[in-house]
């Protein structure tokens, strides 16, 4: 942000002289922005694929789960919501690589991610034994919140399909090579599940880099999977044995820290400065990493939160659109769709500091509608970037 900026401070999007007095600067960044070599999209079916598991959330409204009477259903996973938004919103080609058990409620799952358009040919189906002793489909409870009251989830989701997957279940290099893919997306999600499941992320990267596919990784440390793993400091171990094969990192230093800190526990308010101090401390270790993005969320309400992130490419950092006080819906899924607005900014080749307000603008979006997903458009991202505000558009 310019120091002219901040006496606007956070704001409903960005200043409208900040884009004309920028925007020279972007083309120029666009231009220049070099670190992330992509596969000729002419070569490949698929502009992304991700790895991950996909629940079924069940959504009481305004309501509790503890007085519900009824329930709304949506899909949902944070390596799937990636993919979504990319295919939903922004129009690319992405496929999602996951199992589901052979049930009623898998194919409710299937006919959810139909609607959302990534391509299924990558599912796996198990064999559902009437009861699932063997393996299940993965839920989950979600109350929104509002206010004081935060939002609250309850997972239910041991022994899902895709949790027992294993190394040598997937052909990556027929995804991979044969079919062709430009970006390959998974996260600390899908590690946790099981060791099998780290395992099989390390072969689907190792995969990836062999065929020339960029990999991001969003660390997204979930307690409830940690918990009979190691903890925070087991999920900073597997996040660390994975770097060396990552390209774009969703997180921060406390997620891969050679020494657990106070970051590793909580979010760190950075300055431009001190992300970018950070930043360059991950990449001296890791510097086969060529971004690096983290999300900044202050949240004064579960119904009014700050909103921003700062990202780190090529030895320069950046600071995002700044939101101060983001009237929030539905506050699940608005990470991944900041994701997925990053990697379509750098699959586009605008740059390092327009992928970073997308991916900002287009989290902003998901949090306004319910459900996991974004629900909005490439042009309504674009006008919310511009400055853009809420007057209904007729």
Partial sequence: MNKGDEAVGWSLG???????????????????????????????????????????????????????????????????????????????????????????????????????????????????????????????????????????????????????????????????????????????????????????????????????????????????????????????DVNRSLMPLVDVLFGHEGDVAAVMGTSSHGPVWHTLESFEEMAGRVIAEFPNLKVIASTVRRTHTASSNGWSAFGFAEGKAYEGLKFEALEILDRVGGGDSFASGLIYGLLQGKGMRWALDCGVAHGALAMTTAGDSSMGTVGEVERLMSGGGAATVR
Wanted: charged share 25%; glycine share 16%.
């Fill in 14 to 236: 960005v200043p409208r002289e900040r884009i004309v007095s920028e925007a020279d600067q972007l083309i120029d960044e666009a231009a220049d922005f070099g670190g992330l070599p992509m596969r000729d999209p002419v070569l490949c079916e698929f502009d992304l694929v991700s790895l991950g598991e996909v629940m079924l959330r069940f959504d009481p409204g305004e309501g509790r789960i503890v007085g519900a009477r009824g329930f709304k259903v949506w899909e949902g996973g944070g390596e799937y919501n990636v993919a979504r938004g990319l295919r939903r919103c922004f129009g690319l080609q992405s496929g999602i690589v996951t199992a589901l058990v052979d049930n009623p409620v898998g194919r409710l799952v299937e006919d959810l991610m139909l609607q959302g358009g990534v391509d299924l040919s990558h599912v796996q189906w198990r064999e559902f034994d009437g009861v699932g002793r063997e393996a299940r489909n993965g839920i989950y409870f979600l109350e929104r919140g509002f206010g004081v009251r935060g939002g609250m989830g309850m997972m239910d989701r041991g022994l899902t399909a895709i949790s027992q997957m294993k190394p040598g279940d997937v052909d990556w290099d027929e995804i991979f090579g044969d079919e062709g893919v430009r970006w390959f997306h998974t996260g600390g999600v899908m590690a946790a599940l099981s060791e099998n499941s780290t395992e099989l992320v390390r072969e689907a990267m190792e995969a990836a880099k062999r065929h020339g596919t960029i990999v991001s990784f969003d660390c997204n440390y979930r307690a409830s999977l940690w918990k009979t793993r190691g903890g925070r400091q087991g999920s900073i």
